[in-house]
């Protein structure tokens, strides 16, 4: 299964299979960690001939996600010359995937760069569309770059060796691209169960759709694609609150999800039974749906240090029922405020 996403500076592939051989003849650095590095780099090595390899492994966790490990990467390719043609391969989840395509984005200005992502959640959703990244301690993502890779494959079989909270971490981001875009997905979803290997196929490739659909429509976020960010803008300080290192992203993704619906419900957008059945569906998959708020109005704040937010106005992701989405900047501090109460 191929899928083509077509931007105005470039297209690529998105190949969903078993992964085929890779012929490179240029210098390529393979970035991973440890965990991927033990279970399937011989498997991925065996597939690419290069005219010159070397592999490179940062420590696995979202909070190594930091300048420092960057770093440790460009040095290696620096150590290694590689050149305006060298190639980064990119072979872990999402954190791997941000770091190494940040790097390819300021190595001697920019270089290419392939996903071969490992994890659910990489494969449904990080892994496309070229947003590439790294934390500090104002928040998420709030240095990095849109560079795209020349191709991404998607390999299922890298899912047999993930843990089912990372399975789950997944989940909730295909649970989010069907309540925003597909209310068929959704339904589909609740009547099958993903932890069937035909299944997740499905979901990965409907997913993949999507997510290159609405990136084709708006590379650089400038209106549609950040309703990709559902459930994103709560989650991402919830993750910061915990120094990233008690919720996987998927994971608070999923509260953040529940705290947006909560607002929806609020507003009208959103009926109570909608709501519960998304909590429901996440809950199938042991997705965390509850948080407990430490200080509400501190909560509130972090919200401005995200990148969503502009001109001092914040920009929440609604869902409106199950299918579709509305992007606004109108809603007030009360509602929110009462909503985020509700969570304390």
Not at 153 to 166: Q, S
């Amino acid at each position: 299964m191929i899928v083509n996403i077509t931007l105005p500076d470039t297209s690529y592939d998105i190949t969903i299979d078993n992964l085929q051989q890779i012929d490179i003849d240029k210098k390529v650095v393979v970035v991973t960690n440890p965990t991927i590095s033990k279970l399937h780099l011989d498997y991925l090595l065996s597939k690419i001939k290069a005219k010159d390899l070397s592999v490179v492994t940062i420590p696995d966790g979202e909070q190594y996600k930091t300048l420092k490990t960057i770093e440790d990467i460009l040095e290696h390719c620096f150590t290694h010359k590689l050149n305006r043609s060298s190639v980064l391969i990119a072979f872990g989840g999402g954190v791997i995937g941000d770091m190494t395509g940040f790097t390819a984005s300021i190595y001697q200005r920019g270089i290419d760069f392939i996903q071969i992502p490992t994890t659910l959640l990489s494969q449904v959703d990080a892994s496309v569309g070229g947003k590439t990244g790294i934390n500090n301690k104002f928040g998420k993502n709030l240095v990095g770059a849109f560079h795209q890779p020349i191709a991404v494959h998607i390999d299922p079989h890298f899912l047999t060796t993930l843990p089912k909270r990372e399975f789950g971490a997944g989940v909730a981001e295909i649970i989010k691209m069907a309540v925003c875009f597909n209310k068929d997905f959704f339904q589909w979803i609740e009547n099958n169960d993903l932890y069937d290997p035909e299944n997740i196929k499905v979901a990965i490739q409907k997913s993949v759709e999507t997510k290159a659909w609405v990136v084709s429509q708006d590379e650089k976020e400038k209106g549609l694609r950040a309703a990709l960010n559902y459930g994103h803008t709560f989650g991402h300080v919830v993750e910061n609150e915990t120094n990233y290192d008690t919720y996987l992203h998927g994971e608070a993704v999923g509260i953040g999800m529940m705290m947006a619906n909560d607002v929806s419900v609020k507003l009208g957008l959103m009926s109570l039974d909608d709501a519960t059945r998304v909590r429901s569906t996440l809950e199938r998959y042991e997705i965390p749906t509850t948080y407990k708020i430490r200080d509400v109005e501190d909560f509130y704040e972090h919200f401005f240090l995200d990148k969503k937010s502009l001109d001092d106005k914040i920009k929440f992701i609604l869902a409106v029922g199950i299918g579709d989405c509305k992007i606004t900047d109108e809603v007030s501090k009360n509602d929110v405020i009462d909503v985020l109460k509700d969570f304390s």
